[in-house]
């Protein structure tokens, strides 16, 4: 894919919408300007392009393999692309001066991310793990834990992982069975299994740094008795720590990226002392889920992100076929003799890529608004932090889970754009939308995002996260009225805002726990078609006194998506007004 993300929609997003450069006002940011913004995008794309997009085709067709030495074989463009990465400075992109990082604000290192994630997201997938890694070491870890583990890693010395699920627990963390035994020496002794380790083994650096959930004597039973451990694949001597490679596991996409099995404490690398992988405390014992929910937060977004630009890929990648391919004549010409046009000239294959358009161009604008909301909770003032930080708590479940299902959806839609041709492997749409897919199920299926949108996110500290975001769309609405070009669909914004208040009220009155949430996922994606529908709204007002085909593309793209997407609400909000029961009364004897 020669553009495989829109740098003119990035600037637009950051510069004429979102204001990256009046963060350069604070203290924080005070040391950057718009032309170090501008420096690590082009250097971003650069190392994309040059790096990353090459091996694309080739670590999806040469997946990972365990030696005969029990090592994990990859190509080695991969650990080449990743290393120019390191080199770059870029992992510590958003770091604190320090421990080593530039500082940059979070909303341009994620919108300098989406050029690696939409040129190869395989590759990309353990740089955005040891980030997330690092950043909740940062938070969390001791100045000593710091400087043994995020330094190295913000070098691209060390990776990252985060290992939470097991084979019989899933999502269901309350289950796991993985367990830590005080040692002699004040460190822990680990002994489980964690399945699904994205990252989980390679040779790519010097170690992988492994946070690990494990229960802890005294915590009580669920989720009360978890703590998080670093569990490093080598000790700081050098010595190789007792985590064991037990398999690989081979997606359906991504194939570039491991995906592991792995044995905590099971005696294949015991090194000297007590039996058990050696785990290093992080903050108190029994408040891991809490810990790792920074981490699983931060990872939520960036799925998102992930998910956007593996859609954005695939939609410039059908714009640019469908201005080349030729076929058929418009359907008031009759004459065979006439020339046959495009494929862009015809109606329906425009409705294919302004529905892709309206979804990744949407969805990055979404992320890359959580992102800038990250930067008023470290930049901002009282109580301006705190609001964002509880807009993004709220935000968060549809920010991962909306561009997982729609931005698979304009993958979809691009391989209907090449025709036949789209399922094949020599076109590179095929590949995006089996990439794409994971997404869907990574950092939690969307039954889980919708649940936690329903039954946490609009009803904590007494319903405040939705009236803040009412407060925040209702503010948009107030201004887009006042503007010809957008004034109705501000009007089918506030309705469908209404209808969104007065739902979550709906469902929550029903006094029945298990029928309130019995249909979360269907209010998920209404809420998030709202909430998508505000983003747009926003793009349109930003995009209003612009002139040429970028912005008349955008204003395009906003009203295909009121047109064709918002009224899709409607019998979302109906079904979840009526209280339905189908899912619950049904009976596992009649499937």
Not at 115 to 141: D, H, K, Q
Not at 232 to 240: F, H, M, S, V
Request: net charge negative.
């Amino acid at each position: 894919m020669a553009d495989f993300i829109s740098r003119r929609d990035v600037d637009f997003l950051l510069y004429e919408w979102l204001n990256v450069e009046e963060l350069t006002e604070r203290s924080r940011y005070a040391e950057h300007s718009r032309d170090t913004f501008d420096a690590v995008l082009d250097l971003s794309a650069d190392i994309a392009t040059k790096r990353f997009a090459p091996h694309r085709k080739k670590g999806d067709q040469v997946e990972p393999t365990v030696g005969p030495d029990g090592k994990v074989v990859l190509i080695d463009e991969i650990k080449d692309a990743l290393d120019t990465f390191a080199e770059s400075g870029l992992l510590a992109g958003s770091f604190d001066e320090a421990v080593g990082g530039m500082q940059l604000p979070a909303v341009v290192s994620e919108a300098a991310m989406t050029f690696f994630r939409a040129a190869n997201p395989a590759t990309t997938s353990y740089l955005f793990l040891t980030i997330g890694n690092a950043n909740l070491l940062v938070e969390y870890g001791t100045p000593e834990q710091i400087d043994a583990w995020v330094r190295p890693m913000l070098e691209g010395k060390f990776f990252g992982t985060m290992c939470l699920s097991e084979p019989e627990a899933g999502s269901s963390l309350a289950d796991i069975t993985t367990k830590a035994v005080p040692a002699r020496d004040g460190t822990y002794r680990i002994a489980g299994t964690k399945m699904w380790i994205t990252g989980g083994d390679h040779e790519l650096t010097e170690n992988i740094v492994h946070l690990v959930l494990a229960k802890a004597p005294g915590g009580g039973p669920g989720v009360k008795g978890i703590s998080l451990f670093v569990v490093p694949k080598y000790l700081t001597d050098g010595t190789r720590n007792d985590v064991a490679l037990v398999g690989l596991n081979h997606k359906m996409g991504n194939h570039g990226t491991t995906n592991a099995l792995l044995n905590f404490g099971d005696g294949t690398h015991r090194p000297a002392g007590d039996a058990g992988a050696v785990g290093y405390l992080v903050g108190e014992e029994h408040k891991g889920l809490a810990y790792m929910f920074h981490m699983m937060n931060e990872a939520r977004v960036a799925v998102g992100l992930q998910a956007t630009a593996t859609g954005y890929a695939g939609y410039l990648a059908s714009v640019e076929y469908a201005k080349a391919r030729t076929q058929g004549r418009p359907v008031n010409a009759k004459d065979p003799s006439l020339p046959q046009v495009a494929i862009i000239e015809h109606a329906d294959v425009k409705r294919m890529l302004l529905a892709q358009k309206a979804y990744v161009e949407g969805a990055l604008a979404l992320g890359l608004y959580c992102t800038r909301l990250v930067d008023e909770q470290r930049s901002g003032t009282e109580p301006d932090s705190a609001r964002a930080h509880l807009l993004l708590e709220v935000l968060t479940p549809i920010a991962k889970s909306w561009p997982s299902q729609w931005c698979l959806e304009a993958n979809s839609l691009a391989i209907q754009v090449h025709g036949g041709y789209g399922y094949t492997k020599e076109f590179d749409v095929e590949q995006a939308y089996r990439d794409n897919r994971l997404n869907a199920i990574h950092e939690g299926a969307h039954g889980i995002h919708g649940l936690d949108l329903l039954g946490r996110k609009v009803v904590m500290h007494d319903g405040a996260g939705l009236t803040l975001l009412a407060e925040r769309i209702t503010a948009t609405i107030n201004k887009a009225e006042t503007h010809v070009g957008t004034r109705q669909h501000a009007d089918a914004l506030r309705g469908a805002l209404t209808r969104l208040v007065d739902i979550t009220g709906t469902l929550w009155a029903a006094g029945d726990i298990s029928v309130t949430l019995a249909n979360s996922t269907l209010y998920l994606e209404a809420a998030g078609h709202v909430v998508m529908a505000w983003i747009w709204l926003e793009q349109l007002l930003a995009a209003a006194d612009g002139n040429g085909d970028f912005y008349d593309g955008k204003r395009a793209a906003g009203r295909f998506f009121f047109t064709y997407e918002l009224p899709k609400v409607g019998p979302l909000f109906d079904l979840l007004a009526s209280l339905d029961t189908s899912t619950v009364d049904a009976v596992p004897s009649w499937f």
